[in-house]
Nanobody, 125 residues
Framework: QVQLVESGGGFVQAGDSVRLSCAAS????????PAWFRQAPGKEREFVAVEGWRDSSPLYADSVKGRFTISRDDAKNTVYLQMNSLEAGDKALYYC??????????????????WGQGTQVTVSS
């Protein structure tokens, strides 16, 4: 069974940068669109970013556009989320995942899976 393991979270100050990593135990990101979601306490899991298909640009949530960048290293079966200019509102548990081909274009959490255990990002203002 493929596993996703997120890492890189921690306690940071507002304005800082953090890079999250998501290592897959297999090549599940091949021909797929890696994505990141986040979930703050008491809130639903929300879309953050998803890779673009072939030459298309990635898609970002409005709240992170211009600050976050998603990337991938297929040789390492790893996906990254570079987060710059962090804000208090970015505090959440961050998850990586992917959609099945039939759900390409979706940003709804219910259409994605599998999920890792998440990595916590806490931003202090």
């Amino acid at each position: 069974q493929v596993q996703l393991v997120e890492s890189g979270g921690g306690f940071v100050q507002a304005g800082d940068s953090v890079r999250l990593s998501c290592a897959a135990s297999g090549r599940i990101f091949d021909n797929s669109l890696p994505a990141w979601f986040r979930q703050a306490p008491g809130k639903e899991r929300e879309f953050v970013a998803v890779e673009g298909w072939r030459d298309s640009s990635p898609l970002y949530a409005d709240s992170v556009k211009g600050r976050f960048t998603i990337s991938r290293d297929d040789a390492k079966n790893t996906v990254y989320l570079q987060m710059n200019s962090l804000e208090a509102g970015d505090k959440a548990l961050y998850y990586c995942t992917k959609p099945p081909y039939s759900k390409f274009g979706s940003t709804a959490a219910r259409d994605f899976g599998p999920w890792g255990q998440g990595t916590q990002v806490t931003v202090s203002s």
